[in-house]
T-cell receptor, first 114, second 116 residues
């Protein structure tokens, strides 16, 4: 399977703490994206990092990419109860970049307690 | 960002009947749309890539005759679950790329299918 792995599978933290999620993938990629999904809903795009980038920021989100280790991390700083959701990494593999086919990781369920 | 509308948001049907799910890009043209399936507490599994004006490309293990995909226009793709059975009950999500815009995909809200 091309699917990547994410850890932890579940994370529970207090409001104000930082949350870090990791994602590993299997083959060379064009880019890696992080999505958020509230329970029973569609996905919302959070951030995209290209294979030639190492770090990217967007508001309280910080994403890193290590292509030598085939891994990425998503850091959410100063978490809020509203950040409670499932977070998925998704990769666009080289060769599929023309179609934009996304392969999703297993996801991390984040619970932020008020 | 761009909006993708998926309809219906939920549907209950009897075993043996067929169900059609629509996915529309509202403010952009999507020559390619994607259909995913998600089981409870699991990740999204790509079922097929839908190309406007041509046959869909199915992932390995996905039954083409079971899950019919039609991408009739640049803004509409449909997924029909034929002769549905309880094991087809799942959350189905579509996504679309704006080929004139950014590279991220925009997702519909999903359809919860329950086959009884």
């Amino acid at each position: 399977s091309q699917q990547g792995e994410e850890d932890p599978q579940a994370l529970s933290i207090q409001e104000g703490e930082n949350a870090t999620m990791n994602c590993s993938y299997k083959t060379s990629i064009n880019n890696l994206q992080w999505y958020r999904q509230n329970s029973g809903r569609g996905l919302v795009h959070l951030i995209l990092i290209r294979s030639n980038e190492r770090e990217k920021h967007s508001g309280r989100l910080r994403v890193t990419l290590d292509t030598s280790k085939k891994s990425s991390s998503l850091l959410i700083t100063a978490s809020r109860a509203a950040d409670t959701a499932s977070y998925f990494c998704a990769t666009v593999y080289l060769g599929s970049s023309n179609t934009g086919k996304l392969i999703f990781g297993q996801g991390t369920t984040l619970q932020v307690k008020p | 960002g761009a909006v993708v509308s998926q309809h219906p948001s939920w549907v209950i049907c009897k075993s043996g009947t067929s169900v059609k799910i629509e996915c529309r890009s509202l403010d952009f043209q999507a020559t390619t749309m994607f259909w995913y399936r998600q089981f409870p507490k699991q990740s999204l599994m790509l079922m097929a890539t839908s190309n406007e004006g041509s046959k869909a490309t199915y992932e390995q293990g996905v039954e083409k005759d079971k899950f019919l995909i039609n991408h009739a226009s640049l803004t509409l793709s449909t997924l029909t679950v034929t002769s549905a059975h309880p094991e087809d009950s799942s959350f189905y999500i579509c996504s679309a790329r704006d080929h004139g815009g950014p590279t991220e995909a925009f997702f519909g809200q999903g359809t919860r299918l329950t086959v009884v």
